[in-house]
Structure formats: structure tokens, C-alpha cells
């Protein structure tokens, strides 16, 4: 069972964290979707948290981490803009390391909102 938190309404240049309460020794990683748009893929981490994989669209501003000892997943946003709308869900990926494909990932959570104001 996948629990998302953190999301909210920000303006535009601001930041949010989401965290994600997991289980398993699985990869994670963080989708969104955006209104009348398909899940896609924002970032993922491997279970040891030594490798990453982000999206283009938010290399340098996002960043993905874990506390396996807490078993949560966090999404650091920064420098949010507009175009960053969307539900946000965490994801369980199906090995040790898993990246952007949707195929990759076995169960997830419920998703949360982030709403980001120009």
C-alpha cells in the first residue's frame, strides 16, 4: 500500500515536497498527470538509492531520495512552474532498479495534487 503526501497549491518559483510511504525492497519512482493527459514519468530511484533517473522536464529542479529505514520515498520540487500541474503518484517498481516505463512499476498509490499559480 503506497501513500502520497505533501501536495498542495504553490506559486510559480516555489517548492513542495511530496513523500511517499512505501514497502518492499523495490525501486520507486514518481509519475503525474496532468488534466486530459497520460501518467507520465517524473523520476526514480533504486532500492539502495544510488542510482536516479529523472525526465528532462525536471532535471535540476526535482529530486528524488529515500529513507529506507523509514521506508518513505520524497520528491523535492523546486522552482516550480505551471506546466508542473498535475496528480502526482508514487510508484513501486518491480525490481531493484527501475526506470521511466509506465510497465516498470507493479502498484500505486492514490496520487496527490499539486497545483502550481502563475
Known amino acids: 500500500q503506497l501513500v502520497e503526501s505533501g501536495g498542495g497549491l504553490v506559486q510559480a518559483g516555489g517548492s513542495l515536497r511530496l513523500s511517499c510511504a512505501a514497502s518492499g525492497r523495490t525501486a520507486m519512482g514518481w509519475f503525474r498527470q496532468a488534466p486530459g493527459k497520460e501518467r507520465v514519468f517524473v523520476a526514480s530511484v533504486s532500492w539502495s538509492g544510488g542510482s536516479t533517473y529523472y525526465a528532462d522536464s525536471v532535471k535540476g529542479r526535482f529530486t528524488i531520495s529515500r529513507d529506507n529505514a523509514n521506508n518513505t520515498v520524497y520528491l523535492q520540487m523546486n522552482s516550480l512552474n505551471p506546466e508542473d500541474t498535475a496528480v502526482y503518484y508514487c510508484?513501486?517498481?518491480?525490481?531493484?532498479?527501475?526506470?521511466?516505463?509506465?510497465?516498470?512499476?507493479?502498484?500505486w498509490g492514490q496520487g496527490t495534487q499539486v497545483t502550481v499559480s502563475s
Open positions: 510508484a513501486a517498481g518491480r525490481g531493484l532498479l527501475s526506470g521511466a516505463g509506465i510497465h516498470e512499476y507493479v502498484s
